[in-house]
């Protein structure tokens, strides 16, 4: 093993999560500097002050005033929201399924929510509820938070009895449970007129690019809160890895642990994908990241997955602006494009390592 | 103030697997467990460690019935060591012990009691080893470790520790390893119950002694009670012949190799 491995392997928590936030930071600030055009950071914070009611004593420029404020930040702090719960989400189930290639659309959740959405805003339409109207900016996260729970309450039904989850059945109950809803999803588009059809692609690939103030604002509580609230599952979750009945023997109450996570990442991915469609691969290749990185002590994993969920989203919104630029890509096609080799190459690993049976 | 189990009967699709056992674990003593296969013994631990509660009977612990305890004071007074642990994520040594603390006392006390038991089960210093990468034998000492980590502190009750068959597939300097430690933890007010398939390991360490048979306690008592030919012989359905240590006097069988040449029925069941 090199030197290197071993001092990354021996890092104090705290200074893990210091420097994933400090990355963060430096991040966040070139995402919302960088795009078709560029803001100076200087001109960046006077923009912000003069937002938050002080005067300013700077010429702005009012493209970028707009640019900023109405497009890049919104969008940039959307990332950072969904970043965050999708791979805390992700981190959560890997520990509670006690199994590191779990994520939130394995079981269901993300497709059961968009096929809910997607349902609601072509049929809403005929009932005068139009996406961009303010009840739908609430019913939406509403509608997706329900189907992503049904979704998943199916396949934790078909996958096992109470106390015990099979594996294997997991599995093939996501696989059948995601089928379906890509069917539904297919026959609702059906449904759907010339205009409604293009967000087919929005649903099943993501796209951060729809960000506003109001849907925002609606959602911003939600994912805090249910991201912070996962966070407090790390004890459990370590004592969970041992076993389902040995963290009962410990002293965790491990059905109340169960339906907990389960609520809240169907809350935290249901609301996501009520506001930016699908985007997989981030809940999946973040806590494993840090897993092979650092540690597997969920007291670790968990609050660094917040952190690291962030900073991978942040970089494949760049990448999807940049890339083609003028043009975007959906942010879906490129955490794909990158999560998936990982996901092979992980599989590959883990199999030669002996951690999956 | 002991763990006791009054009348318990567990029918599963109509097929009794106990019927009406009732043992005690005292706070100090070695319990052990044993019988044939299928006798019922991981069901009645099953049980006893509330992994499994579609049974008939009474169970209490120092005096108060087990329902009343909460899922983490139950935790404070009863650990449990399942046969084997599948772990998928890369702990190292020292975190899982210390996951047996996680509803203990203060972190100075914690350190201490993590200190003492992995200093007696041999995994000290291992601190930032790799659970997965442990031989067999050793993944069973840091689990040891940490069941007993749980209940390792002093306190002003009596605490109980379940073993199911704790030294399966390990050699036997590990084996009496593991049961010396299990009988030094009784010294500290705590009762240990364990199954063990080793007669010869149960004359050597058990201070009482359950033999169930079809479901049924068909003996109990001290060593030199229920360790006779007669007793064992009808347990097991095994013809066997009981000896003693010339020098320690603890007695030990030997199983008769010619099972073949004496068809089954003739021993007196």
Redesign the interface.
């Known amino acids: 093993m090199q030197a290197g491995t071993i001092t990354l392997?021996?890092a104090k928590i705290p200074v893990i999560l210091i420097s994933l936030g400090v990355a963060l930071g430096v991040v966040f600030l070139f995402a919302l500097r960088i795009g078709q055009v560029t803001i100076p950071i200087l001109e960046m914070a006077m923009i912000l002050l003069k937002k938050m009611g002080f005067s300013v004593q700077y010429e702005i420029n009012a493209v970028h005033e707009t640019v900023l404020w109405s497009i890049r930040l919104p969008r940039v702090l959307l990332a950072v929201l969904i970043g965050g719960a999708l791979s805390i989400s992700g981190a959560a189930l890997q520990g509670l399924f006690?199994?590191?290639l779990v994520e939130p659309g394995l079981i269901g959740v993300s497709s059961g929510a968009a096929v809910s959405v997607v349902t609601l805003v072509v049929f809403g339409s005929s009932i005068a509820l139009y996406p961009d109207s303010l009840s739908m900016k609430f019913l939406m996260p509403a509608v997706a938070f329900g189907g992503g729970s049904i979704a998943t309450l199916l396949v934790m039904r078909i996958s096992g009895r109470v106390g015990k989850t099979n594996m294997a059945m997991l599995i093939l109950g996501g696989v059948a449970i995601n089928t379906m809803c890509g069917a539904l999803m297919g026959l609702v588009i059906f449904f759907a007129n010339e205009n409604q059809l293009h967000m087919f692609t929005f649903w099943t690939l993501g796209d951060l690019s729809s960000a506003t103030w109001p849907a925002l604002l609606v959602a911003a509580p939600i994912l805090v809160l249910s991201s912070l609230w996962l966070l407090t599952y790390q004890?459990a979750l370590?004592?969970i890895?041992?076993?389902e009945?040995?963290a009962?023997?410990?002293?965790?109450?491990v059905e109340k642990v169960k339906r907990g996570i389960v609520f809240f990442c169907a809350l935290a991915v249901g609301v996501s994908v009520s506001l930016s469609g699908i985007i997989g691969f981030v809940g999946l290749v973040v806590p494993h990241l840090i897993?092979t990185t650092f540690?597997?002590?969920h007291r670790l994993v968990m609050p660094a997955s917040l952190l690291g969920g962030p900073l991978l989203l942040l970089l494949a919104d760049l990448v999807s602006r940049i890339a083609v630029a003028p043009a975007e890509l959906p942010i879906g096609v490129v955490t794909a494009l990158i999560g998936a080799p990982v996901f092979i190459f992980l599989l590959i690993h883990a199999r030669k390592?002996n951690?999956?049976s | 103030m002991m763990m006791t189990a009054r009348n318990i009967s567990l029918s599963v699709n109509g097929r009794k697997l106990l019927n009406d056992v009732s043992l005690d674990i005292a706070p100090g003593l070695f319990t052990a467990i044993a019988g044939p296969n299928g006798a019922g013994k991981t069901s009645l631990l099953k049980i006893l460690?509330?992994?499994s509660n579609q049974y008939s009977g009474e169970l209490s612990i120092n005096g108060t019935s087990v329902s009343q305890y909460s899922?983490?004071?139950?935790?404070?007074v009863?650990?449990?060591l399942?046969q084997s642990?599948?772990?998928?994520?890369?702990?190292?040594v020292q975190?899982?012990v210390a996951?047996?603390r996680?509803?203990q006392s203060s972190p100075g006390q914690t350190r201490k009691v993590l200190k003492e038991v992995m200093a007696l089960t041999g995994v000290q210093g291992w601190d930032?080893r790799n659970y997965?990468t442990l031989s067999g034998g050793e993944q069973q000492r840091v689990q040891l470790a940490r069941v007993l980590a749980?209940v390792w502190e002093e306190r002003d009750y009596p605490r109980y520790i379940l073993l199911d068959e704790p030294t399966s597939s390990l050699d036997i300097a590990q084996q009496q390893l593991i049961f010396s430690l299990v009988k030094h933890a009784c010294e500290r007010n705590i009762g240990v119950m364990a199954i063990v398939h080793d007669l010869n390991q149960v004359a050597q360490f058990a201070d009482t002694i359950y033999f169930l048979k079809s479901g049924t306690v068909v003996a109990r008592g001290k060593i030199n009670e229920v360790f006779t030919k007669s007793i064992i012989e009808e347990t097991f359905c095994c013809r066997v012949n009981v000896y003693h240590d010339p020098c320690t006097q603890c007695p030990y069988i030997v199983p008769d190799r010619n099972i073949f040449q004496s068809p089954l029925k003739t021993v007196n069941v």
């Open positions: 392997k021996q006690r199994n590191p004890h370590n004592a890895a041992l076993g009945a040995e009962f023997h410990m002293g965790i109450d897993r540690q597997a002590d390592r951690v999956i | 460690s509330n992994e899922v983490t004071d139950l935790s404070k009863r650990s449990v399942p642990s599948h772990l998928q994520f890369p702990f190292t975190q899982i996951m047996g996680h509803y930032e997965l749980q």
